[in-house]
């Protein structure tokens, strides 16, 4: 096995394994970078791009660049803030997020990067109010794609570790969106138990299980407790 | 622990009412009608749609910025019967009736003091300028003072039992997801004997009035009508449940023990070409004879009695005005309300000192139906909710009356009788009809005023029209 090696983060120095990630090695040190497709036990895609860091200068996706020995990387600098901002506050102006009906509302990491960015209020652009159908005809779980982020990791689990690839991207550019692998979601084989309905799995309220909502009182939901990336990693795993 | 905060997204925030009357003459410039227009929220009926069954008393929430929590408790209730769970455990009902308690306390008291009392204290006569709540703080700061508590603790025992003061989600189908701690109880029990004194007080100052100004106070825009309300089994006020009652301007019994569920053998609506609001009524009068009146005055006047001391020693003097007679002042709201503060903050009281509310059963389920229906009774009046949701748990049908939609006869005529006062021959809109106007709107508390609570001022545009349907006047407030 090859040596471990240092590099810098925000002036903290890091210990990195050879191809390790930078998101990897700052979570092994207890760093938290900002990340909403990323989450632990599923491969890295690095599509949302809330984990931008600049290494030496040049803006990369913590998530996916390998870290390199003596790299200078910035994450909490005014100007990152910024561009994670915008990054969030366009994912709220593309869906329809109508937070304090959702139940989602406490335990969904956009809303809970939302809060740590500093963004309270709605922006002066349009939002794009998309009209997508619920799909409920599954008797354990709703997809609600208006919430939906594309973050894929509902993709990822289904495919890498259910082995059923439930989930897949259908369309492309502004016209992307999660479908799902049949007519509706009861035309398919997922259950209640796959990794990919799994609550964690999900980082918004767009993947539901059924008749569960608002259970958990306000002041005892998991961002109510903890702000996101407050043990490190951003979502207990 | 973190303090909950949730994001503001725009659409459905934008919910506010503003008011509109406009008075219609005849050949001879006489009042024929004077029509009451609220922009209502029937979009919402359309909004929830295809949303699932749980999401409801949440959504709804967003329907009223005043009264919030009624909409979440009757859309809860109707999403009780969804689920199958007739009789709920003692925590989750008590847990309920604490919240809606707090929010009836909250709303009535936002009504009198920040709204009414300058009315009540000044006068209608008196200078505009000197009749609004600053006003009041100015010349009687200890009684301004009162209020704002007596608020802040109905929000405080709305925030204890929802989770939050405005837009809480704990009322979930089948029960509730909180109990009451034993700090949270303790923090309200240090403050509850204080309200008690000061709900006294207040119900004291609208009783006094009443009888003071009983000239103009049984004359200015009272006329007969039927009421309704729910009461409970024995007949007692109950305004978190209980089954349905109408009397008539006799007080004699239209309907009594309606189980709610049939409200829709019961009572109808009408659709008017001018209005997005319907009209109600009573099936078996007809829309001529059959409509009604809800709300603290109505619910004074269909109970038999109330089951907490203090208020049902008001509630016998409010009857004895009118030797036992449905009372039928529009001004007389005033007091009705204040006698139902009086009531919610004995019943909170009880309440707190009940150890079911630290129960752990929060929940039941049993089974599952397709049609769901919830009423309750809001601190302006009867308020039904009624969906229909499918296999899949998605809602497929939302009627909602409102309290100001069964109030919305009752208001129209209200607003007419002081235009004919006002306007007869003469088709301009004087200052003092504009005031009074504003006051008999304000008696009854429509939802168009939530958005004007806070400054406790109501834009209300009023317009004259002649028999050719010309406008010969306008007037904003
Ligand atoms: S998914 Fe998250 S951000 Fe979107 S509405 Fe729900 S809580 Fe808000
Ligand atoms: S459904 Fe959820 S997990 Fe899947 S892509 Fe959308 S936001 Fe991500
Ligand atoms: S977390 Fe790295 S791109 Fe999404």
Redesign the interface.
């Known amino acids: 096995m090859a040596e471990k090696f240092t590099f810098s983060l925000d002036g903290q120095e890091i210990t990195a394994e050879p191809g390790q990630s930078i998101m990897k090695a700052a979570d092994a040190a207890g760093v938290y970078i900002p990340r909403l497709c990323d989450t632990e036990g599923l491969k890295p895609q690095g599509s949302c791009r809330v984990c931008v860091v600049k290494m030496n200068g040049r803006t990369v996706a913590a998530c996916t660049q390998p870290a390199r020995a003596d790299a200078i990387v910035e994450s909490e600098t005014p100007e990152i803030m910024g561009y994670r901002r915008d990054l969030v506050r366009m994912l709220f102006h593309e869906g329809n997020h109508l937070c304090p009906i959702c139940e989602a509302s406490g335990r969904c990491e956009l809303q809970a990067m939302a809060y740590r960015l500093g963004i309270t209020q709605s922006t002066k652009y349009p939002y794009l109010q998309p009209v997508r159908p619920v799909d409920a005809s599954h008797p354990d779980i709703v997809l609600d794609t208006n919430r939906c982020i594309l973050c894929g990791r509902c993709i990822r689990a289904s495919r890498d570790i259910d082995g059923k690839n439930v989930f897949e991207y259908v369309g492309r550019g502004v016209h992307k969106k999660v479908g799902v692998n049949g007519d509706s979601l009861a035309d398919t084989d997922v259950s209640i138990d796959d990794r990919a309905i799994n609550l964690e799995t999900c980082p918004v309220g767009c993947i539901i299980q059924k008749g569960r909502g608002f259970f958990t009182p306000i002041g005892e939901r998991q961002f109510d407790l903890a702000p996101i990336g407050s043990n490190g990693k951003g979502r207990k795993a | ?2 303090k ?10 934008r919910v506010e009412g503003h008011g509109k009357v406009t008075i219609h003459l005849d050949e001879n410039n006489n009042v024929d009608e004077a029509r009451l227009h609220i922009v209502e929220f029937r979009g919402f009926e359309r909004f929830i749609l ?3 069954y ?2 409801v ?3 709804v ?2 329907l009223c910025g005043i009264c919030p929590v009624s909409h979440h408790l009757a859309a809860s209730k109707a999403m009780d019967m969804i ?1 199958g769970a007739d009789t709920l455990t003692p925590t989750a009902e008590k847990m309920r009736r604490l919240m809606h308690y707090g929010q009836i306390m909250q709303s009535n008291v936002l009504h009198f003091f920040h709204l009414s009392s300058p009315d009540l204290l000044f006068g209608f006569g008196d200078d505009v300028g000197k009749r609004n709540i600053f006003g009041v703080i100015q010349e009687n700061p200890e009684l301004a003072m009162k209020g704002i508590r007596m608020r802040k603790f109905g929000q405080q025992v709305i925030e204890a039992t929802a ?2 003061r405005i ?4 009322a ?2 089948g029960g509730i ?2 109990n009451l701690s034993i700090a949270e109880r303790d923090k309200l029990l240090q403050d509850v004997d204080q309200m008690i004194v000061w709900a006294q007080e207040a119900e004291n100052i609208a009783r006094d009035y009443t009888h003071e100004h009983l000239p103009h106070v049984s004359k200015f825009a009272a006329f007969n009508s039927n009421h309704m309300s729910l009461v409970r089994g024995d007949g007692a006020l109950d305004l978190y449940h209980g089954r349905l009652r109408a009397i008539d301007a006799g007080g004699n019994i239209i309907f009594d023990q309606v189980d709610y569920r049939d409200f829709n053998d019961y009572l109808m609506e009408e659709v008017r070409s001018w209005s997005y609001m319907k009209f109600p009524f009573i099936k078996r009068r007809g829309p001529l004879d059959g409509w009604y009146r809800v709300g603290p005055l109505s619910r004074m006047n269909t109970a038999g009695f109330i089951d907490t001391p203090l208020a049902d020693e008001a509630h016998q003097a409010f009857r004895q005005l009118t030797n036992g007679l449905p009372n039928q002042m529009s001004l007389a709201y005033h007091w009705a309300r204040m006698i139902e503060v009086l009531h919610c903050v004995e019943k909170i009281k009880s309440l707190l000192h009940d150890q079911d509310l630290q129960g752990e059963e929060l929940l039941v389920r049993g089974e599952r139906r397709e049609e769901g229906i919830g009423v309750i009774e809001a601190p302006r009046g009867t308020l039904f909710h009624h969906y229909r949701v499918d296999e ?3 809602v497929t049908f939302c009627n909602l009356i409102v309290s100001t939609t069964n109030n919305n006869e009752a208001m129209n005529r209200a607003i007419s009788r002081v235009a004919k006062e006002h306007l007869s021959g003469q088709p301009k809109i004087t200052e003092p009809m504009l005031n009074q106007i504003e006051v008999v709107v304000r008696a009854y508390d429509p939802c168009l005023s939530c958005a004007t609570h806070a400054l406790g001022q109501m834009p209300l545009v009023v317009e004259v029209y002649d028999a050719e349907g010309t406008v010969v006047d306008r007037k904003s407030s």
Not at chain 2, 4 to 13: A, H, K, Q, S, Y
Request: net charge positive.
């Open positions: 622990m973190a909950t905060r949730v994001i503001e997204i725009d659409p459905l925030t295809g949303r699932l749980w999401e008393p949440v959504i929430q967003r689920v989770g939050k837009h809480g989600t704990s979930v189908p997801n909180k899949n748990d998605q």
